[in-house]
């Protein structure tokens, strides 16, 4: 009886260590949360149809909707902005818990033409650029967006290029990348965007995978951020 009086508190004891050790023991570490800042571009020519019978605009919608929902809904946060000749943020909160819900938000807030023709990138790289400032995790800045540029003035590029500068200065940008980009206008996206390096990703209507985007946000968010 003795034997099995001492067995049983040995047992107890070397419950109550496993206990307090779980307890007690730091959880393995989750990283950091991320940020995804995207413009999408609601012109008529990511609106046309293309041979296969679907439109560049739903190619972009897809592809965001899968890039979002990918994200932890509970710590990741996204903001989207619509871009015609304005640029008009709709979306600014953590990352969607339905992808499908998303992409209906998204298909709703995209389907009204825009009442001018188009397309004007300047005001979103300039808005992303300011809004990416104030964030210290893990940013990726993305447009979805064949690319054309329709307002060729001065103060536009202008535009373009100091948001180009903000990006490049800012540590906590981890990717800039362009989705949808016509391969017509990729030499004058490097060149506006230089500054940033191999940060700018350009990818054509059909490399629409945001895979690569997720696993460098991935794995950034295990990095240790400067402040």
Same mark, same amino acid.
């Given at each position: 009886?003795?034997?099995?009086?001492? @067995?049983?508190?040995?047992?107890? $004891?070397?419950?109550?260590?496993?206990?307090? +050790?779980?307890? !007690?023991?730091?959880?393995?570490?989750?990283? *950091?949360? $991320?940020? !995804?800042?995207?413009?999408?571009?609601? *012109?008529?020519?990511?609106?046309?149809?293309?041979?296969?019978? #679907?439109?560049?605009? #739903?190619?972009?919608?897809?592809?965001?909707? =899968?890039?979002?929902?990918?994200? /932890?809904? &509970?710590?990741?946060?996204?903001?989207?902005?619509?871009?015609?000749?304005?640029?008009?943020? +709709?979306?600014?909160?953590?990352?969607?818990?339905? =992808?499908?819900?998303?992409?209906?938000?998204?298909? @709703?807030?995209?389907?009204?033409?825009?009442? $001018?023709?188009?397309?004007?990138?300047?005001?979103?790289?300039?808005?992303?650029?300011? =809004?990416?400032?104030?964030?210290? $995790?893990?940013?990726?800045?993305? !447009?979805?967006?064949? @690319?054309?540029?329709? /307002?060729?003035?001065?103060?536009?590029? *202008?535009?373009?290029? &100091?948001?180009?500068?903000?990006?490049?200065?800012?540590? &906590?940008?981890?990717?800039?990348?362009?989705?949808?980009? &016509?391969?017509?206008?990729?030499?004058?996206?490097?060149?506006?965007?230089?500054?940033?390096?191999? =940060?700018?990703?350009?990818?054509?209507?059909?490399?629409?995978?945001?895979?690569?985007?997720? *696993?460098?946000?991935?794995?950034?968010?295990?990095?240790?951020?400067?402040?």
């Amino acid at each position: 009886m003795k034997n099995n009086t001492l @067995s049983f508190v040995a047992v107890a $004891v070397v419950i109550t260590s496993l206990i307090t +050790f779980a307890v !007690l023991r730091p959880s393995a570490p989750q990283g *950091s949360a $991320v940020r !995804l800042i995207a413009g999408i571009d609601t *012109s008529d020519s990511v609106r046309d149809q293309d041979t296969a019978g #679907g439109t560049l605009l #739903g190619r972009c919608i897809a592809c965001l909707a =899968r890039l979002s929902a990918r994200l /932890d809904q &509970h710590r990741d946060r996204v903001t989207i902005i619509r871009i015609d000749r304005e640029a008009r943020e +709709f979306y600014d909160q953590n990352a969607p818990r339905s =992808r499908e819900k998303f992409q209906w938000l998204l298909i @709703s807030e995209t389907r009204p033409a825009a009442k $001018v023709g188009g397309t004007f990138p300047a005001k979103f790289w300039a808005k992303a650029a300011e =809004r990416a400032q104030g964030v210290t $995790v893990p940013v990726a800045v993305c !447009l979805f967006s064949d @690319s054309d540029n329709d /307002d060729l003035s001065a103060t536009a590029r *202008s535009e373009m290029q &100091h948001a180009a500068k903000l990006l490049a200065d800012n540590p &906590h940008v981890v990717a800039v990348c362009c989705y949808g980009a &016509h391969s017509k206008n990729w030499e004058n996206l490097r060149t506006v965007f230089a500054p940033l390096g191999d =940060r700018l990703q350009l990818r054509g209507p059909e490399e629409m995978d945001p895979t690569p985007l997720l *696993s460098q946000l991935e794995t950034a968010r295990h990095r240790p951020q400067a402040r």
